[in-house]
T-cell receptor
Framework: AQSVAQPEDQVNVAEGNPLTVKCTYS??????LFWYVQYPNRGLQFLLK??????LVKGSYGFEAEFNKSQTSFHLKKPSALVSDSALYFC?????????????FGRGTSLIVHP | SQTIHQWPATLVQPVGSPLSLECTVE??????LYWYRQAAGRGLQLLFY??????ISSEVPQNLSASRPQDRQFILSSKKLLLSDSGFYLC????????????FGPGTRLTVL
């Protein structure tokens, strides 16, 4: 079984400050981890993924995420937030050990960046 | 490059009417295809997925059905809509298992009255 948790429904940050959106996961095998962003009334956009290799993954729009195996976390980060980063963020996990290739999505975290 | 299309963008339908939402993918072959529903509460619910023409897997028993008549075409249907079918419907595709990320269409906003 696989699951993912996004413990915060909403994250508020001031423009220019660093941001973190949290994600923890549970899988039986090796985790394949993903972050997506959704703007209002739009489809999800892929931001970045971790499959293997370096624990720090860099993605689109200046976002990065750090894979932490011991804490089973994959938090999304950005050094300096922009108002335009305000959106809904989804973490997803898939078990890379075989079986289903269907990912499980978290419930989403609403990021609000204040001017 | 690959693109994914969904139509219509918005739809208002009466209870009991039929439904047909279409999704097409360009620029790739033999994609895995998915239908999701996103309720107002934000979470994504996987409805159907397909690994090939005519191959449909249903995740949740419901009032909906899906078909894949062509390699890059995925259709979501209902014979009689319910109020609870309202939501934001998203189609997505992904490559084979080694190319894991999904790419989503723009979505269809369905309101059942």
């Amino acid at each position: 079984a696989q699951s993912v948790a996004q413990p915060e429904d909403q994250v508020n940050v001031a423009e220019g400050n660093p941001l973190t959106v949290k994600c923890t996961y549970s899988v039986s095998g090796n985790p394949y981890l993903f972050w997506y962003v959704q703007y209002p009334n739009r489809g999800l956009q892929f931001l970045l993924k971790y499959i293997t290799g370096d624990n720090l993954v860099k993605g689109s729009y200046g976002f990065e995420a750090e894979f932490n195996k011991s804490q089973t976390s994959f938090h999304l980060k950005k050094p300096s937030a922009l108002v335009s980063d305000s959106a809904l963020y989804f973490c997803a996990v898939r078990d890379g050990g075989g079986g289903s290739y269907i990912p499980t999505f978290g419930r989403g975290t609403s990021l609000i960046v204040h001017p | 490059s690959q693109t994914i299309h969904q139509w219509p963008a918005t739809l208002v339908q009466p209870v009991g009417s039929p439904l047909s939402l279409e999704c097409t993918v360009e620029g790739t072959s033999n994609p895995n295809l998915y239908w999701y529903r996103q309720a107002a509460g934000r979470g994504l619910q996987l409805l159907f997925y397909s690994v090939g023409i005519g191959q449909i897997s249903s995740e949740v028993p419901q009032n909906l059905s899906a078909s894949r008549p062509q390699d890059r075409q995925f259709i979501l249907s209902s014979k009689k809509l319910l109020l609870s079918d309202s939501g934001f419907y998203l189609c997505a595709w992904s490559g084979g298992p080694r190319n894991n990320e999904q790419f989503f269409g723009p979505g269809t906003r369905l309101t059942v009255l």
